[in-house]
C-alpha cells in the first residue's frame, strides 16, 4: 500500500518557513513582499483560487491587494492596471488570475506584465529561462511537484519520469523541471499510442490531462510514485484527480491524494516566488 504524500503537511511546513524568512526579509529590508492579484469576471471557480491567495499572503505576513475588475472590462483598462503594477514599488509580483472573459487576449496581458514581477513565470522570458535551468521563479505547480518529492525524500536522478499532459502551464514546465534534475523524461498527450505502455515503465508518473479517474492500476508499474495534477469537479459536487485513486493506491510506494495533495502546493509556490521577487528587487536598490 503505498505511502499517502500529504500536500497540506508539506505546504504548511513550507508556508512556516516563507513567514520566518518574510519576518527576517522586513527586519533587514524595511519594506514587506507584495503580491497584486487581478480577476476579472465572476468565475466561481477562479474566486475561490483568489480568496485563497489573499488568506496565504496574509498567513505568511505579505502585502497584498485583490483587483476585481468587472466582466465588462476592456483590454485597454486591463493593461492600464497592469502599466500601474508594473510601476508600483510595493508591489513585486502580480497575478493575472486565468481564464480571463473571452473578449480579452490573454497573451497580450501576459505579455504586458514585467518579468521581474511575473510570479506565475508564465511570460515567454521566464518561460525561455526555465528552458536553459537559469530562473528565478518556478511555474507554480510544477514546483509545487518537485518540491512535493524533495521533501518525500523521492531521488529522481536517473529514474524513469513519464508525464501525461503537455500544456504550458503544467505538463511542458514539469518535463523541464524534472529533466533538470536528471531525470529521463518522456511527456505523453492525447495524441500517445499505447499510452499504458509507456506509463508502465515510469518510476515517477506525474498525471496532469484534466480527466477524471484517468490511470488506472494496469498503467501504473508496482512500486512507482504517482502524482496527481488533476483537479476533477464530479456530478456529485466532489473534487477528484486524474488517477483512480482507490485502484492505484495498493500498487504505487506513495502518491498524491486529491485534494490534499498538489493543489495546496501551488499557492505555496506562488508565495515563494513573490519573496523571491522581493528578494530581487532588495539586492538591486
Ligand atoms: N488559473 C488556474 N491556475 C492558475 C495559475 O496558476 N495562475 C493563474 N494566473 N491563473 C490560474
Redesign the pocket.
Known amino acids: 500500500m503505498a505511502t499517502r504524500i500529504d500536500g497540506k503537511l508539506i505546504s504548511a511546513q513550507i508556508r512556516e518557513e516563507i513567514k520566518a524568512e518574510t519576518a527576517e526579509f522586513q527586519k533587514e529590508n524595511g519594506f514587506l513582499p507584495g503580491l497584486a492579484v487581478i480577476i476579472v469576471g465572476e468565475n466561481p471557480a477562479?474566486q475561490v483560487?483568489v480568496r485563497n491567495k489573499k488568506k496565504a499572503c496574509e498567513e505568511v505576513g505579505f502585502y497584498s491587494r485583490v483587483y476585481e475588475l468587472p466582466e465588462s472590462t476592456a483590454q485597454a483598462e486591463l493593461n492600464a492596471l497592469v502599466d500601474e503594477l508594473n510601476n508600483d514599488e510595493a508591489i513585486h509580483g502580480i497575478?493575472?488570475?486565468?481564464?480571463l472573459p473571452k473578449h480579452l487576449d490573454e497573451t497580450e496581458v501576459l505579455l504586458r506584465i514585467n518579468p521581474e514581477k511575473d510570479v506565475?513565470a508564465?511570460h515567454p522570458y521566464n518561460v525561455g529561462k526555465i528552458m536553459i535551468g537559469d530562473y528565478s521563479f518556478l511555474p507554480?505547480?510544477p514546483a509545487g511537484v518537485m518540491a512535493l518529492l524533495e521533501r518525500t525524500g523521492v531521488e529522481i536522478a536517473g529514474k524513469k519520469c513519464v508525464v501525461i499532459g503537455r500544456s504550458n502551464?503544467v505538463g511542458k514546465p514539469m518535463a523541464m523541471l524534472l529533466l533538470h534534475a536528471n531525470g529521463t523524461v518522456t511527456i505523453c498527450h492525447s495524441r500517445t499510442k499505447n499510452l499504458a505502455e509507456t506509463t508502465r515503465e515510469a518510476d515517477i508518473l506525474v498525471v496532469a490531462i484534466g480527466k477524471a479517474d484517468f490511470v488506472t492500476a494496469d498503467m501504473v508499474k508496482p512500486g512507482a510514485v504517482v502524482i496527481d495534477v488533476g483537479m476533477n469537479r464530479r456530478e456529485d459536487g466532489k473534487l477528484t484527480g486524474d488517477v483512480d485513486f482507490a485502484s492505484v493506491e495498493p500498487i504505487a510506494s506513495a502518491i498524491t491524494p486529491v485534494p490534499g495533495g498538489v493543489g495546496p502546493m501551488?499557492i505555496t509556490m506562488l508565495l515563494k516566488n513573490t519573496l523571491t521577487a522581493a528578494r530581487n528587487k532588495a539586492g538591486k536598490s
Do not use: W
Open positions: 477562479s483560487y497575478l493575472v488570475q486565468l481564464p506565475d508564465f507554480c505547480t502551464i501551488t
